[in-house]
């Protein structure tokens, strides 16, 4: 494993206790580098949504935590932050969310004629998801296929 996936495990591990108590979820831990710098994001989300003040409560806690902690090696800013409408679906928690409800589908490669989809999410398992279309009719795809799945949203 990775020092990235560490990172981020070991995240997940000292926020939890965080967000418990402040009746938040984490939608998602993420060590990346953009540019010459590197992130270490955490995604919170409430019943409601996450404020900017929901934010920095979370933030100052961690800041400490992460000090005293002190388990990655290179220099990094950490953020908090609300994982927005169009974030994908990555955990089962996000798929029993939106069981019932309309996402939209990216394909690494053509299936039929398109590469794009939106549905009803109907189903899913560990490796396929099926959707029912404005006809009825279903479509399962298999997850390894899949580039993005996400709440669909007509604006």
Not at 2 to 14: I, M
Not at 136 to 151: C, M, N, P, V, Y
Request: hydrophobic share 35%.
């Amino acid at each position: 494993m990775g020092k990235g996936k560490l990172y981020e495990e070991k995240t997940e591990r000292l926020i939890l206790p965080v967000l418990e108590k402040n009746h938040f979820e984490l939608v998602d831990v993420e060590y990346v580098k953009e540019g010459s710098t590197w992130y270490l994001r955490a995604y919170i989300d409430k019943d409601g949504g996450i404020t900017v003040n929901d934010c920095e409560l979370v933030a100052r806690e961690m800041n400490e935590i992460l000090d005293r902690e002190d388990y990655v090696e290179d220099s990094y800013i950490f953020e908090v932050s609300s994982p927005g409408l169009l974030r994908p679906l990555k955990k089962e928690k996000d798929y029993i969310r939106n069981t019932g409800k309309k996402v939209e589908i990216r394909t690494y490669r053509m299936i039929g004629h398109s590469k794009e989809f939106v549905g009803i999410l109907k189903a899913y398992d560990a490796d396929s998801v099926t959707i029912t279309d404005e006809d009825g009719e279903d479509t399962t795809f298999q997850k390894k296929d899949i580039a993005l799945i996400r709440q669909a949203f007509d604006f």
